[in-house]
């Protein structure tokens, strides 16, 4: 399946952004969808992952209570609200799909998703 991400940009730190990632195909419902991004001179990171259904949600530690990953299936769409940036959060922001349902702990590593959208820059100013 092919991931198109965007809703990147430049925000001010304490400020909200939404990114978007729309798949090409309508079984994009049926698998595991995952946000990761990558800091300047640092690996990618996974940042939050949700069910299929909607139904359950995992998030990292650093953006617990802060972000918020949604879905749309009838719109082949995933979203990851951010609030309370901070500086740290500058990163290149990518979506991807786990076609598989890898959950609990293999929901963070990269290894477990299949597919990749092409990135979306988030610059946070302080």
């Known amino acids: 399946v092919q991931l198109q991400a965007s809703g990147g940009g430049l925000v001010q730190a304490g400020g909200s952004l939404r990114l978007s990632c729309v798949a090409s195909?309508?079984?994009?419902?049926?698998?595991?969808m995952g946000w990761f991004r990558q800091a300047p001179g640092k690996e990618r990171e996974f940042v939050a992952a949700?069910?299929?259904?909607?139904?359950?949600?995992l998030y990292a530690d650093s953006v617990k209570g802060r972000f918020t990953i949604s879905r749309d299936n009838a719109k082949n769409t995933v979203y990851l609200q951010r609030n309370s940036l901070k500086h740290e959060d500058t990163a290149v922001y990518y979506c991807a799909a786990n076609r598989f349902n890898r959950w609990g702990s293999a929901v963070s590593t990269e290894a477990n998703y299949d597919d990749w959208g092409q990135g979306t820059q988030v610059t946070v100013s302080s």
């Open positions: 195909e309508r079984t994009f419902s049926a698998y595991v």
């Open positions: 949700i069910w299929w259904s909607g139904g359950c949600t």
